[in-house]
């Protein structure tokens, strides 16, 4: 092959990795929020008061479980016959390790939930920004990814940020700190697992989210109507659905399937703590996207905390970005093709 046929190759796959992270990106963003919003409504005491959060979530599973088996009917129906028998080989996540990851999961899910309601919600808070250092550390320390000090520099002034616009009331108890870290441990751990089992076994995110979707599903619609009812006191078999809740009931679990796609897709292609980062993103969103429907204020306090947060979130994707100038005495692959063909 030529020199230029080899920097357009190169240039073009450079642009559709590109594109593809831009698309991950924005899917992952705009279905987070729509589902935030969705979910306040659906939940929220001036909505339609559905307050079981683990029933909900299990039902996210099940709609995911279905979206990607229908995906997959699609694609094989699109496929041509080796792209099929390539899917039908395609790498099992081996029984042992998918156990693990639905207990990890499920622990993510139920940890921040109680944390939720034991603590107020300035510990609460505090706990999902620890979730950030937490798989930037463990990332560092098993997967060997490092961030550069302007990246870190830039993390420190998102995490202020943020906590000038999430954190106010803090009141400690053991027991909630107990779930404050249990959180920040099952969350960041469940994530980063996310990123190891995509690497580890060479599997694609859709791939993966069709094998541990369906366990998920399974182990929380098992747990989640009991868990729910020692929680809210109150059985979801009683609520009693309307057109609109069950309107928004199901558009939550629609959005659900975009959101966990979505999220295995950022994980496969950016580390955790990157993925960490674009969450905080989604809160400022959120929290702009509410003060323009619902007549929020927005104080100096919000703002400076907002300006702060968004500095440090573009500030580490730029200096995530920055590569360093590489300087060898031997010529590229490229240079010696080029000189080679000039000499000829």
């Known amino acids: 092959m030529s020199a230029a046929g080899t920097l357009q190759g190169q240039s073009g796959q450079q642009y559709s990795s590109q594109a593809l992270n831009t698309w991950a990106i924005f899917l992952n963003v705009t279905s987070s929020v729509c589902i935030v919003m969705i979910n306040k409504q659906l939940m929220g005491s001036k909505g339609f008061n559905f307050k079981f959060a683990t029933t909900l979530n299990a039902f996210h599973y099940l709609t995911t479980t279905l979206g990607m088996f229908l995906w997959q009917q699609f694609a094989n129906s699109a496929d041509s016959a080796e792209a099929k028998v390539s899917q039908k080989t395609s790498p099992r996540i081996p029984l042992g390790e998918l156990v693990l990851f639905t207990i990890v999961a499920n622990l993510s899910i139920l940890s921040l939930n109680f944390s939720l309601m034991i603590n107020t919600v300035g510990v609460y808070q505090i706990a999902k920004l620890c979730i950030v250092p937490y798989t930037g550390i463990v990332e560092y320390l098993l997967m060997g990814r490092t961030i550069n000090p302007k990246g870190i520099a830039f993390i420190c002034v998102m995490l202020f940020g943020v906590g000038i616009i999430s954190v106010s009331d803090i009141e400690m108890t053991l027991f909630g700190s107990f779930w404050a870290f249990l959180s920040i441990f099952a969350s960041g751990s469940q994530q980063i697992m996310v990123s190891w089992l995509q690497q580890r076994h060479s599997i694609k995110s859709a791939q993966l989210l069709s094998q541990v979707a369906p366990a998920q599903a399974l182990s929380l619609m098992i747990i989640g109507p009991s868990l729910d009812r020692a929680l809210m006191n ?87 970005d920055e590569k360093k100038p590489e300087i060898s005495s031997q010529p590229s692959a490229v240079a010696r093709d080029v000189e080679a063909g000039a000499n000829k």
């Open 234 to 320: 109150d059985w979801v078999y009683d609520y009693s659905f309307t057109i609109m809740s069950l309107t928004f009931f199901v558009a939550s679990c629609s959005f659900a399937i975009l959101v966990n796609y979505s999220q295995f897709l950022c994980l496969g292609r950016f580390s955790a703590t990157t993925y960490q980062v674009m969450a905080h993103l989604k809160t400022i969103l959120v929290l702009v996207i509410g003060m323009t429907l619902f007549d929020g204020q927005l104080t100096i306090k919000l703002a400076m905390g907002m300006c702060l947060a968004l500095t440090g979130i573009f500030g580490y994707g730029y200096a995530k």
